[in-house]
């Protein structure tokens, strides 16, 4: 995907989406000065794109889930192949590679600490690759929001001497 598909109105539009998923397409239109069938069809590029999903985010905790993050070192398999594996199982509510000590940053949500139990011996540490997982569970969530303030911020892109300037 390339980032310039996404322009600053976008970018203000995905703000306003990120402060409430449900503000109709008009009043985010009115704060970013474009009409509500603009905004509607910018909406559905940036979906078809995958660029935006709006989704509700329980607070697992206080519904009486548990929640864990599960970092996971991937040895003997394609990253691809386990990524898919977890992806699949129905308690797995995310997945993202990443750099680090782990190259697998896994979710999941639970009603009890024996079902994550079962899950870890049964189904995770039965896909070929997992060399070493740690998990850490989710006592409290202290905050999780989805607006960060560089977002709002158009993407500075870094400037090159032209090649006859000298510099």
Known sequence: MDIEAVDVIDRKII????IDGRRSFGEIGRYVGLS???VRTRYKRLLSLGIVQVVGMPNAPKMGYLE????IRVRGATLASVATALSEMPEVKYVGS???SFDLIVDVRFESH???SAFLSEKVRRVPGIETIETATTLEIMKDTYLWAGFRDPV???TRPHPTSGA
């Open 15 to 18: 703000d306003q989406l990120r």
């Open 36 to 38: 509500e069938g603009s």
């Open 68 to 71: 864990a993050h599960l970092s």
């Open 98 to 100: 990443c750099i680090g």
């Open 114 to 116: 024996q079902e994550l």
């Open 156 to 158: 500075s892109r870094p």
